[in-house]
């Protein structure tokens, strides 16, 4: 079955620390991979999404992903958090073929410490 | 920037009643979502809608639920009979193409 996952369900970082969050997907086809953030009472907001390319896609706020189709993994990462970046991160896969259906994984809630 | 809204954006009601939940999709996008999010668990998706017709739906999306464009600009959901169950973040989304869905802020509903 199709599936996301992410390993960290919730982190805990002081500012300026560098974040790295995991996301796996189960499928070996082709994708259109997603992070979503939702900040503290609003709504998902797109961060960044990968279709075809360059394997490396930079979104807003200075974070990035990297997709490793050996690994099936579409991991974010960002050099220095800040206090602001406290949200919960949805990684989302969007499988090939003729669905549009996003399939989410459980969500990692960060918390930045100042 | 344009955006997706959603109204109410909580709603109590009792078990066995009808909820409606309301969204705008952005103007001019073409596929419209329902998905939804029971407290602790994953964002799932419930029905795609495209040209005035259910495009995918997922097995949560039984015969208690139903979607309606009834207009140019709102696109509903609709259950009829609400369960203790169907308490949820209930989110609509839209896109211009099959690819980047655009996310609204969400209906809290809670079934007494």
């Known amino acids: 079955a199709q599936s996301v996952s992410q390993h960290n369900h919730h982190v805990i970082l002081s500012e300026a620390a560098s974040l790295e969050l995991g996301c796996n997907y189960s499928?070996?086809?082709?994708?259109?991979l997603f992070w979503y953030v939702q900040y503290p009472g609003q709504h998902l907001q797109l961060l960044l999404k990968y279709f075809s390319g360059d394997p490396l896609v930079k979104g807003i706020k200075g974070f990035e992903a990297e997709f490793i189709k050996s690994k099936f993994s579409f991991n974010l990462r960002k050099p220095s958090v800040q206090w602001s970046d406290t949200a919960e991160y949805f990684c989302?896969?969007?499988?090939?073929?003729?669905?549009?259906?996003?399939?989410f994984g459980t969500g990692t809630l960060l918390a930045v410490q100042p | 920037e344009p955006e997706v809204t959603q109204t109410p954006s909580h709603q109590v009601t009792q078990m066995g009643q009808e909820v409606i939940l309301r969204c705008v999709p952005i103007s001019n996008h073409l596929y419209f979502y329902w998905y939804r999010q029971i407290l602790g668990q994953k964002v799932e998706f419930l029905v795609s809608f495209y040209n005035n017709e259910i495009s995918e739906k997922s097995e949560i999306f039984d015969d208690q639920f139903s979607v309606e464009r009834p207009d140019g600009s709102n696109f509903t959901l609709k259950i009829r009979s609400t369960k203790l169950e169907d308490s949820a973040m209930y989110f609509c989304?839209?896109?211009?193409?099959?690819?980047?869905?655009?996310f609204g802020p969400g209906t809290r509903l809670l079934v007494l």
């Open positions: 499928y070996g086809g082709t994708v259109n």
């Open positions: 989304a839209s896109s211009s193409s099959k690819e980047t869905q655009y």
């Open positions: 989302a896969v969007l499988f090939g073929g003729a669905t549009n259906k996003l399939i």
